[in-house]
Nanobody, 123 residues
Framework: QVQLAEFGGGLVQAGDSLRLSCAASGPTFKTYTVAWFRQAPGKERELVAALSTDDETYYTESVKGRFTMFRDGAKNMVFLEMYSLKSEDTAVYYC?????????????????WGKGTSVTVLS
């Protein structure tokens, strides 16, 4: 059983940066694909970034060049570094893990979820 906990969300201005962190308890992240999803008010949850077991990263088009996802294996944590934030990045961000190690997982593929951390970007 994996338990995930996100932190680092907050209220920022457009153009600011923010780092989200996700800490895992249980098996090491190295054996799972780990992903960040987000859900904006009134919208479906969407994949933002994913880090596969062979350290391949995927980013949704709207965040390419602005967001970076990386892992600290020693601490069993993953991070989402967000730069040049826009109002459309406002959402609850969720960390999730996929036991199958897929490169671009969907919401339904994820086996474990954190409770989410809220990011609000003021324009």
């Amino acid at each position: 059983q994996v338990q995930l906990a996100e932190f680092g969300g907050g209220l920022v201005q457009a153009g600011d940066s923010l780092r989200l962190s996700c800490a895992a308890s249980g098996p090491t992240f190295k054996t799972y694909t780990v992903a960040w999803f987000r859900q904006a008010p009134g919208k479906e949850r969407e994949l933002v970034a994913a880090l596969s077991t062979d350290d391949e990263t995927y980013y949704t088009e709207s965040v390419k060049g602005r967001f970076t996802m990386f892992r600290d294996g020693a601490k069993n944590m993953v991070f989402l570094e967000m730069y040049s934030l826009k109002s459309e990045d406002t959402a609850v961000y969720y960390c999730a893990a996929d036991r199958e190690g897929r490169g671009t997982p969907t919401v339904g593929d994820m086996d474990y979820w954190g409770k989410g951390t809220s990011v609000t970007v003021l324009s």
